[in-house]
Every structure is written in structure tokens, then in C-alpha cells.
């Protein structure tokens, strides 16, 4: 079955789910493509059904920018990307925090789940967000490599930089990591029935998480620290999308541990890309440290520990400095 079958398939089948979400106009973008199709006979009428003297089939847009598909495809389509990603960040951080939830509000939880299957109803909601989120994922990547096609250009992979670089790009989403690691640590072991959506390797020498996408693709996600190169322990991602421990981090924003990673400076950079001004922003992956504790839990206590002691020492040094600056000795 094609692609845009299995897509509208998934928006019918889904409707009910989907009523508050945005999804990629699938079709009506393939038919901007197809209209520019005609540009090939606007220029050349006499190639326009036959195949070029490079080989390529007629019919294909001769132009790299085209002002037909530049001023509808690619404004619709980044549209339509940054709606989707502001809405699944905002479903999933809403079913996180039932999930993590302290203090009185989670007392009411657990008491709810007296009455209500609502462990049940969370597992099956994160399922459908995942699924939501690969499917108009593949959509985006199929149109982008569709116009790549049409006309004969990179446009299309320029512009999975551009939503890179505006911090949309759906599948690098730290909700998304985050999102994975609820699910597994609802539905407990990789082999009871989420074996196709996400599964884990943390005992091997480079640890990854594993989503896989509606045609077979997969996309891991490296859950190995690039400053200790240990498992991430207690893991921040920043607004760059580079994952680190937050002691880690912390230490690469010359910022203490206690003070945590919102007393960043501005100037604060990456330790991989170099980006400045990533830290005020980072998204605190609780779900994710929560399964390397139940998965990897010996390792998770070292680090814990190590972690703890690190922070004590820190805080002594830090007070016994700003003693000697109050009273001069």
C-alpha cells in the first residue's frame, strides 16, 4: 500500500484522537506537486510527455527554486510542522506530569486509580501520541524527498536543516525521548507488545534508545554522555538537542550543581556544537532516568552516589568561600 493511502487510512481510523491536532496536508501538498508538473510543459511542450535527453522522466519541474511550490509548499508546510510539534510537546508534558506528579496532586492520583483504569488509559494515550508523531514525521520526510523529485533539487533536504535549526524538527524532540521512556516504563519489558514502537539497549558499550517508524526506519537515540561517555545519569537535554548528565552539563556551564542549569550564563555553550544560550531552556528528562533506575539500577546508585558527593562538596566549598568574603578571613 502506498504511503498516502496508509496516511489517510490512519487519519480516518484516528479521527476521534485527532479532533485537537494539526496534521500534514498530505495530499493537498502532493497536489502543488503536481500542478508543477506543468511547468515542464509551460517551457517545453513538445518534452512534457516524453523523458529528457539527461534521462530524467518528462513531467518534472526543470527549475531548483520554483515560485509556485517555494510560496505555498514550503510556508504551508513549516506551518503545519511547528503547529504539530507545539502540540505534542504540550499533550506529552501534560501526561507526564500525571505520571510524575508529587504532593497532593499525585495522593489524588493514586486514589483515583482506585476506581479508574487510568495506568490503562495513559499507556494507551502515549501510544497514540507516538504514533501521531511518526506518522506525520514520514509524511513530512516522503513530501520533502516527493519535491526533491519533481525538481530536480536538494530544496527539500535544505529545508529538513532549516526545521532543524528552528529547533521543530519533529523526531529530535525531547518529548519524544522522553514520551519513549514512559511507554516502556508502563509496558515493562521490550517483548510485551511494544516491541514496534520503541525499545532500549543500556547494557551495551553505546547505549540507544530505538524508535522505529511506520515503513521500518529506524532512528536511535544515543543515550551515552559526550563529556563522561558513561550512560547519561540524572539527563538534561538543552535546547540544542545534545543529552548530557546534569553534572555534566552543569560543569560545562561552569554553573554548581545545586544552583542547577537555569543559572547557566547566556554565553554558556554546548560541549558538542558549541551553540551559546542552550541551558536556560533544557527539558529535564525524569522519564528517561527513571528507566536507566529500573533497567540499569547497580549503575544508577553508583552514579547517584557519585553524584550527591560531588554536590556536597560543591556546596561546602561554596559556602565556606562566601563565609570568608562576609567576615574577611
Known sequence: MKFGDTFTKYLRHKEHFLDQFTHVEYKRLKKVLKRCRACRALHDPSDANQKSEDGNEGGLCPLNDCSLCDQKFFSE????????????????????????????????????????KDQQLMVEEGRLLIEYI???????????????????????????SKLRAERIELLQSPWLIELGAFYLNFTGSDNEGCEDLFSCRLDSEQPVLILRLPDSVEIEYELSCAVCLDTIFNPYALSCGHRFCKACA?????????????????????????????????????????LIKKRHRKYWKERQADERSEMTKQSKDYWELQTKYVIGY
Do not use: W
Not at 78 to 83: A, G, I, N, V
Open 77 to 116: 508546510l513549516m506551518e503545519e510542522t511547528s503547529s504539530i510539534a507545539g502540540c505534542f510537546s504540550a499533550r506529552v508534558r501534560h501526561l507526564l506530569n500525571l505520571h510524575v506528579a508529587t504532593g497532593m496532586q499525585r495522593y489524588v492520583l493514586l486514589m483515583r486509580q482506585c476506581f479508574k
Open 134 to 160: 511518526t506518522m506525520n514525521a514520514t509524511a513530512i520526510r516522503k513530501i520533502l524527498k516527493k519535491y526533491d523529485k519533481v525538481h530536480r533539487s536538494v530544496n527539500g533536504q535544505n529545508f529538513k
Open 250 to 290: 552543569c560543569s560545562a556551564a561552569s554553573v554548581m550543581i545545586f544552583e542547577g542549569l537555569k543559572a547557566a550564563s547566556a554565553e554558556s555553550k554546548c560541549p558538542v556544537c558549541r551553540e551559546a544560550g542552550v541551558y536556560n531552556k533544557a527539558v529535564h528528562l525524569l522519564e528517561l532516568d527513571f
